[in-house]
């Protein structure tokens, strides 16, 4: 069975950072896209940032030159570098990921990982 577990999230104050990391049990990261979504209470989920199985790296324009996602098939994991964080960041983050070609989503979502940017 494949699962994707977030870790990373927490409480942050505005302008911090903090990474969240995203691995799979029962399968590897090589081969696969993979993206990262949130969801802020009353709204519906959106997309992050996605890494797709031919490279190409895309980002919400609310987020884009202040979050990057990653992936190191040897540690068999996926990131988010959140950087400059503002209280409208606050969310829960999840991971999504899959063998599919395309923008997503794809087939496997993690349980999520709640981010908070107060003060």
């Known amino acids: 069975q494949v699962r994707f577990v977030e870790s990373g999230g927490g409480l942050v104050q505005p302008g911090g950072s903090l990474r969240l990391s995203c691995a799979p049990s029962g399968t590897i990261l090589d081969g696969y896209a993979a993206a990262w979504y949130r969801q802020a209470p009353g709204k519906e989920r959106e997309l992050v940032a996605v890494?797709?199985?031919?490279?190409?790296?895309n980002y919400s324009d609310s987020v884009k030159g202040r979050f990057t996602i990653s992936r190191d098939n040897s540690k068999n994991a996926v990131y988010l570098q959140m950087n400059s964080l503002k209280p409208e960041d606050t969310a829960v983050y999840y991971c999504?990921?899959?063998?599919?070609?395309?923008?997503?989503?794809?087939?496997?979502w993690g349980q999520g990982t709640q981010v908070t940017v107060s003060s």
């Open positions: 999504n990921a899959g063998p599919q070609y395309g923008l997503g989503p794809y087939e496997y």
């Open positions: 890494s797709t199985r031919s490279g190409r790296i």
